[in-house]
């Protein structure tokens, strides 16, 4: 099971960054552009433990300057009624205010600009502090003709390029972390389309016959890209 993240922050251009940067790692993204969404968010994805299908979060990122007000708040309300990891990522550098959000419970404090190593090692001290265990991500895959590597988002089938959408790639990509497991419907649709779209099964059976016409020699019996009648979609094992 891929760990959530719930990232609250208004810059759309470093919002988007960040979520395929972190999707490419192996983590679920939520995002949210103010700090109403971001405790509207908070009090639906915390409000009970996660499990198989749950929408569940592990670690909150949170910008301080919100349009609609300071990222403090939302700090405050996550201390009074969960235990996550939350890490601050802001352009403010005052020592005195670093003191005082760590003083309120944060993780830990990044300042913008930052690199994304720095921030995915401040990501897993936090989650281990709370207990977290993390496998390393899986980001390249290799069976038959097909090469993929997340990082470089390069997809390659016979040697040559393969071009896929944005969303064509999320799928991919989901599946590639997940490759000889099946991966629900359900889970599916929320990590690539949004927990909003758990029942609009239609996009995936359409997005998974685009991709299979692109990547399996022979669409109509697919050796890569598995059905798992009833359940999901399963991307077959690399070999050893």
Do not use: C, N
């Not at 009970?48 to 749950?54: E, V």
């Not at 990122?61 to 996550?78: H, R």
């Not at 936090?126 to 590597?149: I, Q």
């Amino acid at each position: 099971m891929s760990l959530r993240v719930l990232l609250v922050e208004d810059d759309r251009e470093l919002r988007t960054m960040l979520r395929d940067a972190l999707a490419v790692e192996g983590y679920e993204v939520v995002t949210a552009a103010s700090l109403a969404e971001g405790l509207a968010l908070l009090a639906h994805l915390g409000r009970r433990p996660r499990h198989a299908d749950d929408a569940g979060t592990d670690l909150v990122l949170l910008d301080l300057s919100l349009p609609d007000g300071e990222g403090e708040t939302l700090l405050a309300a996550l201390r009074r009624r969960h235990g996550l990891p939350l890490i601050v990522i802001s352009a403010r550098e005052s020592d005195g205010q670093k003191i005082r959000l760590l003083d309120a419970g944060a993780d830990d404090y990044l300042v913008k600009p930052f690199g994304i190593g720095e921030l995915l090692a401040r990501m897993r001290v936090a989650l281990r502090h709370r207990g977290t265990r993390l496998a390393p991500a899986v980001t390249r895959y290799e069976h038959g003709a097909l090469r993929v590597d997340l990082e470089r988002r390069e997809v390659r089938a016979d040697g040559t390029p393969v071009h896929l959408t944005p969303t064509e790639f999320a799928l991919l990509a989901r599946l590639v972390r997940s490759a000889g497991r099946v991966v629900t419907h359900r889970q599916l649709l929320a990590d690539v389309w949004g927990p909003e779209h758990v029942a609009d099964t239609h996009y995936l059976r359409l997005y998974m016959a685009q991709l299979r016409a692109k990547l399996e020699p022979d669409p109509a019996e697919p050796q890569l890209l598995l059905t798992e009648p009833g359940v999901g979609y399963r991307l077959a094992e690399a070999p050893a």
